[in-house]
């Protein structure tokens, strides 16, 4: 099994940064790809940004030009999600998520969530 945990939220102003850090354990070498999700209240929860085993990233539009994400250089089982020119609207919990391929099955295994407050 795969377990996240992710760190790095908190309340900052419009236009402020956050780095996210969602770290893998466990059985990393089935991990294809982590991406990061977020769920606002009273909304869907929607992928924000996604990266595979090849390096290669996915930006989702809301947040392309203010979000990258990144494999960490010195751990490469950290994930980053930078956070530039945050805007209120980002304001949700943040899940990280890995598509796992395990030997018989391939499961989505996420992390607890942290929370991500922007104030106008």
């Known amino acids: 099994q795969v377990q996240l945990e992710e760190t790095g939220g908190g309340l900052v102003q419009a236009g402020g940064s956050l780095q996210l850090t969602c770290t893998a354990s466990?059985?990393?070498?089935?991990?294809?790809?982590i991406g990061w999700y977020r769920q606002a209240p009273g909304k869907k929860r929607e992928v924000v940004a996604a990266i595979g085993s090849s390096g290669r990233t996915n930006i989702k539009d809301p947040v392309k030009g203010r979000f990258t994400i990144s494999r960490d250089v010195a751990n490469k089982n950290t994930i980053i999600l930078q956070m530039n020119n945050l805007k209120p609207e980002d304001t949700a919990v943040y899940y990280c998520?890995?598509?796992?391929?395990?030997?018989?099955?391939?499961?989505?295994?996420w992390g607890q969530g942290t929370q991500v407050t922007v104030s106008s």
């Open positions: 998520n890995a598509e796992c391929h395990y030997a018989d099955h391939v499961a989505l295994e």
């Open positions: 466990g059985s990393t070498d089935s991990i294809n790809a």
